[in-house]
């Protein structure tokens, strides 16, 4: 007689509980790429609306001058003037080349390699300001101080210096770097009522851009730091110390 045998019921196959999701871990891992993203959002926002609030740089740059007086004596010598003094417009190629090396030896030494904004500058300005406990050196490329000088106000505001950055890049992608300069060269304020290079040249040591000697050049240079503490006419000593710390930095 065949033994009837009872067929042992299968046995559950054993499961491993699925891992919980709670806890810090499980919050990070929800959470940071949602929080990323919506931090990339805002970003994008805010620099929208930076830029939307960006002045027109065409008119900005066809911005009417005031008018200015001289009163000259009979031999040609300044007496007196009035208003702001502006030198025609020079071409790059008709600005000394002791100008320019100058200016880029004090202001900007990797003008010709940077994108409109150095950040290594930006770095080293923040330590030795730091070190100092105040404001002792500036991280502002050419570029910037273009974009600053002829576009923008003066306030000192985050979404300024944004402003700022965003036209450095513009104008790095507009144009070449020697009309950068020559921008910067015909608008910036050196001192005395003069604006432009062709202007103080002229006002302080009676010679055209293009014939400016090579201690002249630091002087002029050094006159923007400070223009009113640096005039080469008002404060002659002031001038001499600061052309020679220019000459060095040559």
Request: hydrophobic share 40%; charged share 20%; glycine share 8%.
């Amino acid at each position: 007689m065949a033994r009837s045998a009872k067929a042992n019921p299968p046995q559950a196959a054993s499961r491993k509980p699925p891992p919980k999701s709670g806890g810090l871990r499980g919050v990070l891992v929800r959470w940071i790429p949602a929080a990323l993203i919506w931090a990339a959002l805002a970003l994008a926002g805010y620099l929208v609306w930076c830029a939307y609030g960006l002045p027109d740089v065409d008119e900005a740059a066809r911005e009417p001058r005031r008018p200015a007086m001289v009163v000259e004596s009979a031999d040609g010598r300044v007496l007196a003037s009035y208003g702001d003094l502006h030198g025609g417009y020079v071409d790059i190629r008709r600005i000394s080349p002791n100008l320019v090396n100058a200016l880029l030896s004090t202001e900007d030494r990797s003008f010709y390699h940077h994108f409109g904004v150095n950040p290594l500058s930006v770095a080293r300005a923040m330590w030795v300001n730091y070190r100092a406990g105040s404001v002792r050196q500036g991280g502002s490329t050419v570029t910037q101080q273009v974009a600053k000088n002829l576009f923008l106000s003066p306030d000192r505001t985050v979404r300024r210096k944004v402003q700022e950055l965003l036209l450095s890049f513009w104008l790095e992608a507009k144009f070449t770097k020697d009309q950068i300069l020559e921008l910067y060269f015909n608008r910036v304020y050196f001192g005395g009522g003069t604006y432009g290079i062709e202007a103080a040249a002229r006002r302080f040591y009676g010679v055209s851009a293009k014939d400016v000697d090579l201690y002249q050049a630091a002087a002029l240079v050094g006159a923007l730091k400070a223009p009113s503490r640096y005039n080469p006419l008002s404060n002659p000593e002031n001038s001499d110390g600061r052309a020679r710390q220019v000459l060095a930095n040559m």
